[in-house]
C-alpha cells in the first residue's frame, strides 16, 4: 500500500512539474536572443524578408532575434545545424518548399528527414518567382529566341544553380522546351549571379527580387517571369508561359520551424507572435516591396502543406526526368 502511494505521488509530482515546466515556458520563453537560420547565403531574397520578419518578431518576443546565413549543400547544412540544435526554441530555421520537399527527391539520401527531424511552427512567406534571364551577350531577345539558339547547340550552353529550387525551375523549362543546357552548381546564388553577368554562364532561375535591379541596369536580360500572370515587382516583362510554354510556373514558399520535440507550449508563443508579424501593416507592406506575400498558417497547417509539397514536388522531379544526386 505504501510504494502503490508513493508511486502515485511520484507520478503526481512528475504531472505538475510538465504542466508547471510549460506554462513557465510559455509565460518566460523566450529569456535571451533566439537564432533564425536563414540556410542560404546573404543578399538573396530569402534573407531579405528573413530580416524583415526576424526584426519585427524580435519586437514582439521581446528578444532580439538573430539571422544566421549558413548556405551550402542547396540549402541542407542550414537546415542539418538546425535539427542538431538543441529544441528549447532558441534556434529556428526558415525552411523552404524547395530545400525540404524538393531536395527530398533530388538528393539519394540526406542528414536529416523533413518531417520527422523538424517541428512546424508557422507558414511564413509565398509567392517566391523568378525571372529566367541570360547574359546580355547572348544572342537572343526572348523566350523563343533562346530556346532556337539552344536547340541549335545541344548541351553548349551553361546554367548556374545554387539552389534545388533553382534547379527544378530550369530543368522543367529544360523538359517543356525540349532544349539540353549543362548544369553548372554553386555554393550560393549570388556567386551563380556574378558569373551569369560575367559571361561564365548563360542562364540562370533567379528570384525577381534580385533579378529586377539587374535587368533594369541592363546587365542582364529575362527571357520570361516564372509566375503565371504578370508579376507586380515586373508588370512589363511577360512570363514564360505567355512567352510560348503555356502551363509553365514556378514558385516558392519559407516556413518557420524548430528540431523536432520543441515543447508544444513553445511553439505555441511562436505561432501567436508570427501570426501578429505576418498580418502586420507595416510588414506586408516592406515583404511585398522585396516581391513575396505574407502566409500566414499555423503549425498543423504548415505540417499538411509539408507533406503536400512533397508529393507534388516528386511529381514534378518524375516529370521532368530529374536524376537524384
Not at 21 to 26: I, K, P
Not at 75 to 91: C, E, M, Q, R, S
Amino acid at each position: 500500500m505504501y510504494l502503490k502511494k508513493l508511486k502515485q505521488l511520484i507520478y503526481g509530482v512528475a504531472m505538475l512539474f510538465g504542466v508547471t515546466s510549460a506554462v513557465m515556458a510559455q509565460g518566460v520563453y523566450p529569456t535571451k536572443p533566439v537564432k533564425l537560420i536563414v540556410p542560404l547565403a546573404a543578399g538573396g531574397a530569402s534573407d531579405v524578408v528573413a530580416r524583415i520578419f526576424a526584426a519585427k518578431l524580435g519586437e514582439r518576443l521581446g528578444q532580439q532575434v538573430i539571422v544566421e546565413n549558413r548556405p551550402g549543400a542547396e540549402g541542407l547544412i542550414g537546415v542539418d545545424a538546425a535539427v542538431k540544435a538543441a529544441p528549447d526554441g532558441y534556434t529556428l530555421v526558415l525552411g523552404s518548399s524547395t530545400t525540404l520537399a524538393a531536395n527530398f527527391h533530388l538528393r539519394k539520401t540526406l542528414p536529416f528527414h523533413p518531417v520527422n527531424d523538424l517541428a512546424p511552427v508557422s507558414m511564413a512567406f509565398q509567392g517566391f518567382f523568378n525571372i529566367l534571364v541570360i547574359n546580355a551577350a547572348v544572342p537572343a531577345n526572348n523566350l523563343k529566341e533562346f530556346i532556337a539558339l539552344a536547340k541549335a547547340q545541344p548541351g553548349k550552353l551553361d546554367y548556374g544553380t545554387a539552389t534545388s529550387g533553382s534547379k527544378i525551375c530550369v530543368e522543367t523549362f529544360k523538359a517543356m522546351a525540349g532544349i539540353d543546357l549543362q548544369m553548372v552548381n554553386y555554393k550560393s546564388s549570388p556567386q551563380a549571379l556574378n558569373d551569369l553577368m560575367g559571361g561564365q554562364l548563360q542562364l540562370i532561375c533567379e528570384p525577381v527580387a534580385t533579378a529586377m535591379p539587374n535587368i533594369l541596369a541592363g546587365r542582364l536580360r529575362s527571357i520570361g517571369v516564372t509566375s503565371a500572370t504578370p508579376h507586380p515587382a515586373a508588370p512589363n516583362l511577360p512570363t514564360v508561359a505567355q512567352e510560348g510554354l503555356p502551363g509553365f510556373e514556378y514558385s516558392a514558399w519559407v516556413a518557420v520551424f524548430a528540431p523536432a520535440q520543441t515543447p508544444a507550449a513553445i511553439i505555441a508563443r511562436l505561432e501567436k507572435e508570427i501570426a501578429w508579424v505576418l498580418n502586420d501593416p507595416e510588414t506586408i507592406k516592406k515583404v511585398q516591396a522585396a516581391g513575396v506575400e505574407p502566409m500566414p498558417g499555423d503549425a498543423k497547417a504548415l505540417a499538411k502543406l509539408l507533406n503536400a509539397e512533397i508529393e507534388r514536388a516528386g511529381n514534378v522531379v518524375k516529370a521532368a526526368k530529374i536524376q537524384p544526386e
